[in-house]
């Protein structure tokens, strides 16, 4: 009789865990394969914006020498004072006008079998500007060359707000991404169900300097304005993101 009970009481620890088993079984979470029955897409698409710029910083400045450094110092303190004071009157703000670089180098020279011979010192003294009215460069880089700058070294074109741009770039960029995927399921017999993520890289970078050899030419030209040409910007937006497909 305590045999028979016993197998019974065996024979039920057995159901019960057996049924436990089943109802964990089914509460645990869906294997690892299951997370990748989805057919996906990651795609990058970019849109672009051109626009006008609307500001400009340029590099001047003024080189001078002396036999001492003390002359070459004084020379190029006076002439840049003239310097600055013309960009004012050309209606650049003081706080448009940055001291940039300023440099005493001594000068030397050389002759074969003999020891360098110092020959003066030469001061560069440069100012980097902001321009905000493009109307106003071309005159202020005359007026910086006829009070004594001789040193016009490169200008950038730039926006002062570029955000309504990078939103045009974001629209084209987005625009260009949805048809991709659209594109992308057609081709596989797929339909996009949704959108999982975007995400997005790039914005407006302003361009590096341009060389300005022929803009310090044309400066330095009697009777002749400094000519202007801002051109178009380019303004990028990268996005990528992951789609999910459906039959």
Do not use: C, W
């Amino acid at each position: 009789m305590k045999t028979l009970m016993r197998a019974a009481g065996l024979s039920l620890a057995l159901l019960t865990s057996t049924a436990a088993s089943a109802a964990l079984a089914q509460a645990a979470p869906p294997a690892a394969d299951t997370m990748f029955r989805a057919t996906t897409l990651n795609l990058a698409a970019y849109g672009e914006a051109r626009v006008a710029p609307d500001m400009a910083v340029i590099s001047l400045g003024v080189m001078t020498e002396g036999r001492t450094a003390a002359e070459a110092m004084s020379a190029n303190a006076q002439r840049m004072t003239a310097v600055m004071a013309s960009l004012r009157r050309a209606g650049l703000a003081d706080r448009d006008i940055q001291t940039s670089n300023l440099n005493l180098s001594p000068q030397y020279r050389y002759q074969e079998n003999q020891p360098p011979q110092l020959i003066g010192y030469q001061v560069s003294n440069q100012v980097t500007i902001t321009v905000n009215d493009l109307k106003r460069l071309g005159p202020a880089v005359d007026a910086s060359v006829a009070a004594g700058a001789n040193q016009v070294n490169g200008i950038s074109f730039g926006l002062k707000d570029p955000t309504a741009a990078e939103n045009v770039a974001r629209e084209a960029a987005v625009k260009a991404l949805q048809a991709k995927a659209d594109l992308y399921a057609r081709a596989t017999g797929h339909r996009v169900s949704r959108l999982v993520s975007l995400s997005e890289g790039g914005g407006f970078t302003p361009p590096p300097p341009m060389p300005m050899e022929r803009f310090a030419m044309a400066a330095q030209a009697k009777d002749a304005g400094t000519p202007v040409a801002g051109g178009e910007l380019r303004v990028r937006i990268d996005v990528s993101g992951l789609y999910e497909l459906a039959r």
